[in-house]
């Protein structure tokens, strides 16, 4: 089963699936390394049952029977290869189970990148930054031992204990009984304790979230917090969240080291109990010593899975704490609507020119938040557009329904005539070049910055990309070039600098459709000029919408759309909307005025 099956079916789930059910269905991938592991668990528990009749049958034969080493050693060389054989299985099973967990959860952190590639950046800017961290790094590290550990034991739990009764009945049929009355104490004590613990490693893990979310927004605000003088409320927060998280830590510790202690105690009673029996029997003379021994050196191995289980009961606690919030990630809805049969763009748009429609659109976040109402808009091929409107007119909402980000709930927006909702949405976007107000540098060098947007640039078009944003000077005073590292959030470049990265990114990818959002609105008026020259150049030839909120350096020819309160009011030339003396001349006055 190929990995983008298995990201399929986890991202399959509803939010009513229970967590137990999410957690079982992830073992399809790797069931059969699972089952080797347990296979070779099962193989394991034959060797001791041989290796134990073997030291049995040698030690009754050297102290009673007087047999010497000629004779014994055959025994004692194949004790030795059954040790050799044992070591290797474990290795072999703990390689194999740990690699279903490592499986299991390359899976789900894919899914969820994929998911949140989906929901789009207007859902992640709704987010905690720090709580979506710990439950992509956390939550999912917490399936390992899930599936590496307590899976695998669950199943050697039953199936050991199972072999050594079988073992031991031929040779003592009481003791056998004795076992059996005696082994189903210890996972009834687990049932007994399991609500509590689980319950406890639940509230750890909700404290976790909060713990992270709290220290990854302490961390992106720290400017503020130094600018205003509120580092030590902060810190003393922070402090009060780690010390609540190291209660629970413990709490759960707690639970877990009294829990082994009467495990171990009912598993040491049982055993006390078996080896009395046993010795009174010897002294009877209604036992062999080969029996007993052979029993006695069993019994240790029947109790050993049952031990383990409770042991390993916490990672199913926590891995079920984590999986809660993982199910309730991957059933966050979209937002989008995903059509049966989607075209692919490249059919739709193989002349490289597009015009836009919108025809009665309507957008809100919420019923009672209407973003975008009846909007009717035309954007010829090949021509540049300027939206225009007050903060909060809907222009970024346009935006995220052209990039495929979020679905109009009325009307529709076509692409030479094709509905947008009925096209393959990453198909769509290879389409789109954007270049947003704050251009986002990732950590890496220039050169990997730049080949985000094309992977297979070679070093022309890269030299001619960095010439078209201006950015060879940039290039030339950095120390390593285009290799120089450039530290998250484009540390060592100035803002203006940043912005030609963008543009440059823009101009590799090469699309057919360009929307600005407004890229000189943070820069100084020297830079923004220069800014301006650079988008020129990239405009030439493509179908360009540009969110504007400078109006003073608008051409007359310039052609804008006016939105205010949802709704197209205005369109037309800038010097023609200028002599109507309405919503654009009104936005005018209110610019020049700032």
């Given at each position: 089963?190929?990995?983008?099956?298995?990201?399929?079916?986890?991202?399959?789930?509803?939010?009513?699936?229970?967590?137990?059910?999410?957690?079982?269905?992830?073992?399809?991938?790797?069931?059969?390394?699972?089952?080797?592991?347990?296979?070779?668990?099962?193989?394991?528990?034959?060797?001791?049952?041989?290796?134990?009749?073997?030291?049995?049958?040698?030690?009754?034969?050297?102290?009673?029977?007087?047999?010497?080493?000629?004779?014994?050693?055959?025994?004692?060389?194949?004790?030795?290869?059954?040790?050799?054989?044992?070591?290797?299985?474990?290795?072999?099973?703990?390689?194999?189970?740990?690699?279903?967990?490592?499986?299991?959860?390359?899976?789900?952190?894919?899914?969820?990148?994929?998911?949140?590639?989906?929901?789009?950046?207007?859902?992640?800017?709704?987010?905690?930054?720090?709580?979506?961290?710990?439950?992509?790094?956390?939550?999912?590290?917490?399936?390992?031992?899930?599936?590496?550990?307590?899976?695998?034991?669950?199943?050697?739990?039953?199936?050991?204990?199972?072999?050594?009764?079988?073992?031991?009945?031929?040779?003592?049929?009481?003791?056998?009984?004795?076992?059996?009355?005696?082994?189903?104490?210890?996972?009834?004590?687990?049932?007994?304790?399991?609500?509590?613990?689980?319950?406890?490693?639940?509230?750890?893990?909700?404290?976790?979230?909060?713990?992270?979310?709290?220290?990854?927004?302490?961390?992106?605000?720290?400017?503020?917090?130094?600018?205003?003088?509120?580092?030590?409320?902060?810190?003393?927060?922070?402090?009060?969240?780690g010390e609540a998280y190291r209660q629970e830590t413990m709490a759960v510790l707690r639970i877990a080291?009294?829990?082994?202690?009467?495990?171990?105690?009912?598993?040491?009673?049982?055993?006390?109990?078996?080896?009395?029996?046993?010795?009174?029997?010897?002294?009877?003379?209604?036992?062999?010593?080969?029996?007993?021994?052979?029993?006695?050196?069993?019994?240790?191995?029947?109790?050993?899975?049952?031990?383990?289980?409770?042991?390993?009961?916490?990672?199913?606690?926590?891995?079920?704490?984590?999986?809660?919030?993982?199910?309730?990630?991957?059933?966050?809805?979209?937002?989008?609507?995903?059509?049966?049969?989607?075209?692919?763009?490249?059919?739709?748009?193989?002349?490289?020119?597009?015009?836009?429609?919108?025809?009665?659109?309507?957008?809100?976040?919420?019923?009672?938040?209407?973003?975008?109402?009846?909007?009717?808009?035309?954007?010829?091929?090949?021509?540049?557009?300027?939206?225009?409107?007050?903060?909060?007119?809907?222009?970024?909402?346009?935006?995220?329904?052209?990039?495929?980000?979020?679905?109009?709930?009325?009307?529709?927006?076509?692409?030479?005539?094709?509905?947008?909702?009925?096209?393959?949405?990453?198909?769509?976007?290879?389409?789109?070049?954007?270049?947003?107000?704050?251009?986002?540098?990732?950590?890496?060098?220039?050169?990997?910055?730049?080949?985000?947007?094309a992977p297979t640039a070679d070093e022309t078009r890269l030299q001619r990309a960095l010439k078209a944003a201006s950015l060879r000077s940039v290039?030339?005073?950095?120390?390593?070039?285009?290799?120089?590292?450039?530290?998250?959030?484009?540390?060592?470049?100035?803002?203006?600098?940043?912005?030609?990265?963008?543009?440059?990114?823009?101009?590799?990818?090469?699309?057919?459709?360009?929307?600005?959002?407004?890229?000189?609105?943070?820069?100084?008026?020297?830079?923004?000029?220069?800014?301006?020259?650079?988008?020129?150049?990239?405009?030439?030839?493509?179908?360009?919408?540009?969110?504007?909120?400078?109006?003073?350096?608008?051409?007359?020819?310039?052609?804008?759309?006016?939105?205010?309160?949802?709704?197209?009011?205005?369109?037309?030339?800038?010097?023609?909307?200028?002599?109507?003396?309405?919503?654009?001349?009104?936005?005018?006055?209110?610019?020049?005025?700032?």
């Open positions: 089963m190929g990995p983008a099956l298995c990201r399929s079916r986890i991202l399959e789930y509803p939010m009513t699936v229970s967590t137990t059910t999410w957690l079982r269905e992830q073992v399809r991938p790797v069931r059969r390394l699972l089952v080797a592991g347990i296979a070779s668990g099962g193989v394991q528990a034959v060797l001791v049952c041989v290796g134990a009749w073997l030291v049995a049958h040698v030690l009754d034969r050297a102290v009673l029977a007087g047999g010497g080493l000629t004779r014994l050693w055959p025994f004692v060389a194949a004790l030795v290869l059954i040790a050799l054989a044992r070591f290797g299985l474990s290795l072999w099973q703990r390689r194999a189970t740990f690699d279903a967990g490592a499986q299991v959860s390359d899976n789900v952190r894919n899914a969820l990148e994929q998911r949140m590639r989906q929901l789009g950046p207007r859902w992640a800017v709704q987010q905690s930054s720090g709580d979506i961290v710990t439950r992509c790094v956390d939550g999912v590290q917490a399936l390992v031992p899930y599936y590496a550990g307590y899976l695998p034991q669950v199943a050697l739990t039953a199936l050991i204990p199972l072999l050594i009764l079988l073992a031991v009945l031929p040779a003592d049929p009481w003791s056998a009984l004795i076992l059996l009355l005696t082994a189903p104490l210890i996972p009834l004590f687990m049932v007994l304790i399991g609500d509590t613990a689980e319950r406890a490693s639940q509230r750890r893990w909700s404290r976790l979230r909060r713990m992270g979310a709290r220290f990854m927004d302490a961390l992106s605000g720290l400017t503020t917090l130094r600018l205003c003088r509120a580092t030590a409320r902060e810190e003393a927060l922070l402090a009060a969240s080291f009294l829990s082994a202690l009467v495990l171990e105690f009912f598993a040491t009673v049982s055993i006390a109990v078996l080896a009395v029996l046993i010795g009174f029997r010897l002294m009877w003379g209604t036992l062999g010593f080969e029996q007993g021994l052979f029993v006695l050196l069993l019994a240790p191995e029947l109790f050993l899975p049952l031990r383990a289980l409770g042991t390993q009961r916490h990672r199913r606690m926590e891995a079920a704490a984590a999986a809660e919030d993982l199910v309730a990630l991957l059933a966050v809805p979209d937002g989008t609507t995903s059509v049966e049969g989607a075209v692919t763009a490249p059919v739709i748009f193989a002349a490289r020119q597009i015009a836009l429609a919108f025809e009665q659109v309507d957008f809100g976040y919420e019923p009672e938040r209407i973003v975008l109402c009846d909007v009717e808009l035309e954007v010829a091929a090949g021509t540049v557009l300027t939206l225009v409107g007050s903060s909060g007119s809907g222009k970024s909402t346009l935006f995220n329904l052209l990039m495929g980000f979020a679905s109009p709930q009325r009307g529709c927006i076509r692409a030479n005539g094709q509905d947008l909702a009925s096209l393959e949405m990453n198909s769509w976007r290879q389409h789109i070049g954007w270049v947003s107000q704050r251009a986002h540098v990732f950590h890496g060098s220039l050169r990997d910055n730049l080949l985000i947007a290039v030339a005073r950095l120390p390593q070039g285009l290799d120089t590292p450039l530290g998250e959030h484009g540390h060592g470049l100035s803002g203006g600098e940043r912005q030609r990265l963008a543009l440059a990114r823009a101009w590799l990818r090469d699309a057919p459709l360009l929307l600005l959002d407004e890229p000189v609105q943070h820069l100084d008026a020297v830079t923004a000029a220069a800014i301006d020259v650079a988008i020129d150049a990239l405009a030439e030839g493509r179908t360009v919408i540009r969110i504007a909120h400078r109006l003073d350096n608008l051409a007359d020819d310039a052609r804008v759309a006016v939105l205010a309160d949802g709704r197209i009011v205005e369109q037309g030339l800038v010097g023609e909307l200028r002599a109507l003396h309405g919503a654009f001349a009104r936005l005018l006055a209110t610019d020049c005025a700032a």
